[in-house]
């Protein structure tokens, strides 16, 4: 049974940092793309980085750009995303998701996801 774990979510004062896990069972992450999204209340899902199959490339959208990294430690089967200088327009519930595709579609290419990890940046 293919599971996908995120945790490190949390209440965080702007500019400040967190790190999210997102821990796998049933499946090797290295052979993966691995994307993590992020849902704000009242709005959709947004895709917001990912990581290659393989290469490990990585790729982030503009509004996290300079700010997030995403890496991967194939020992713990685990994927990470670095938060850094967070804003309060960063808040929301982070899942991640596996696929044989790049993706940041959350309706493209993505055959397994987390339940989700709730960040909320608020002084």
């Known amino acids: 049974q293919v599971q996908l774990v995120e945790s490190g979510g949390g209440l965080v004062q702007p500019g400040g940092s967190l790190r999210l896990s997102c821990a796998a069972s049933?499946?090797?992450?290295?052979?993966?793309?691995i994307s993590w999204f992020r849902q704000a209340p009242g709005k959709e899902r947004e895709g917001v980085s990912y990581?290659?199959?393989?290469?490990?490339?990585?790729y982030y959208t503009e509004p996290v750009k300079g700010r997030f990294t995403i890496s991967r430690d194939n020992a713990k089967n685990t994927v990470y995303l670095q938060m850094n200088n967070l804003k309060p327009e960063d808040t929301g519930v982070y899942y991640c998701?596996?696929?044989?595709?790049?993706?940041?579609?959350?309706?493209?290419?993505?055959?397994?996801w987390g339940k989700g990890t709730l960040v909320t940046v608020s002084s």
């Open positions: 998701a596996a696929g044989t595709v790049r993706s940041l579609r959350a309706d493209y290419g993505l055959d397994y």
């Open positions: 049933g499946l090797a992450l290295e052979y993966y793309f």
């Open positions: 990581i290659s199959a393989g290469d490990s490339r990585t």
